[in-house]
């Protein structure tokens, strides 16, 4: 199904899109998109919506199962909440992607804003994914409860990533290619060399990434990662009375 949202209000496109999905509509192509918000939001079927143009902030909040495939670049706020399903974005993407994110994945070809991942959990089989292939700000994973971040610099820009990566995380693991220095980590995270296992989680993951952009994996994994991993599950027990 073809919409044009040339001037559209958000109320009225995500209406159309609920509708059409709740009729059996399994496919969408959203033309000139420009600023709309909350397209996707808290759709649980497993639809697919191709969006070409800049969709506006909130984009997949409380998603569970559609696909959304993004032809530029994205706002701020993909993913919040998101529980299943997948976001992909053909360029860059803004601030706090993937809040509280509990599940699904969201692949970013180039940069992100600041605070991506900021309190992202996981539960059981519910592990959230977040990959950017270019660069990141400040705050990094804070707050990390859960999940895998994965940041690339694929577009070897220095800095990669900004300071205070990983402050308060308290779960979840953070993968990073290339090397960070001590000053821009939060304190409640330390620094390890990736074992077998992180190796084989990465290709996992970096294998459907490359995919969706037409990267090379093998010239990705030719570069050295390091791994994020929080030093306590608590980091702030000390500030509360039990």
Known sequence: MKIDAKGMHYKELNKIIRSAANNGEQEFDLLNVNGQRYIGDGIDKKIKINIYGTPGNDLAMFMNGPTIIVHANGQDGIG?????????VHGDAGDVIGYGMRGGKIYIKGDV????????????KQVP???AGGTAGDFYGEYMAGGIMILLNLNKKNPYVGDYVGTGMHGGVIYIRGKVEEHQLGKEV?????DQNDEKELRKHLKDYCKHFDFNIEEIMSEKFIKLLPLSHRPYGNLYAY
């Open 190 to 194: 330390s620094v390890l060399e990736l």
């Open 80 to 88: 919040n909440t998101m529980n299943a399903g997948e976001v992909i």
């Open 113 to 124: 804003g600041y605070r991506v991942g900021i309190h992202m959990k996981s539960y059981k």
């Open 129 to 131: 994914v977040i990959i």
